[in-house]
């Protein structure tokens, strides 16, 4: 007698159930009579019918591949993409491990100076707006302080580093400015987010591969308000 080669499931595809000596009489080879142990239209060959992707972070994700993060609460108005989920992950597990400074900042916002007025201002608003405490020099540095003293103050009582990558930004670091001597310090530590604005990736890594070689954010991605309301998530509920 003929056995099915099947398992227990049964044939995945009408094909399959033609092939097999036992169970082509019974179903007709390929035609329309055939009806297989577990087959059904919506099955596919990883063994699940037709769902939505889960992103790592365990939650499904919604179209073009983005997703929520475990901090990021249900009502949210952004998504993620899986780079940025990816990135921002081992961040926010060790920003809820480690004790804050005392007085401390949420962030202290890198920038060049040529951005104080213009980018670095608005994600600065944007970022307060939000409920998010920033050390930013254009307020935090008083006037006949020393800067380079108030920037290692303000980077020491930092809980997360952020750093405006901008075409300016680029050109200071290539130039070795103070923008240089902050990023030294920040890419010490494993709390850095880089914000990529009006530039990209590729472009920073061939001026500071070790820079470029971090993942964050990128208003090519989402505008700026949006990269404001990930890093406010990034931090909430601390």
Known sequence: MARCTAPVNGHRS???????????NRYGGY????RSYGYSPGYSSSGYSSARSVSSSGRSGGGSGR????????????SYTPAEVQALTPIRR?????TPPAESRDVFLCHAWDDRGGAAKELHDLLEARGVTVWFSEKDVLLGSSLLREIDKGLAKSRVGIVLVTPKFL???????IADKELSVLLARDLLVPIVHETT????????????SRSGLSTTEDPMANVAVKLAELLSDL
Request: hydrophobic share 30%; charged share 25%; glycine share 14%.
């Open 14 to 24: 009408a094909a399959a159930a033609a092939r097999c000596p036992a169970c082509r």
């Open 31 to 34: 035609g329309g009579g055939y």
């Open 201 to 212: 990736y590729e472009a920073l890594r061939e001026i500071s591969p070790m820079l470029g």
């Open 94 to 98: 060790s920003v809820e491990t480690r």
């Open 67 to 78: 997703s929520k993060p475990r901090w990021s609460p249900a009502g949210s108005s952004v």
């Open 171 to 177: 050109e200071r670091i290539r130039g070795e400015g």
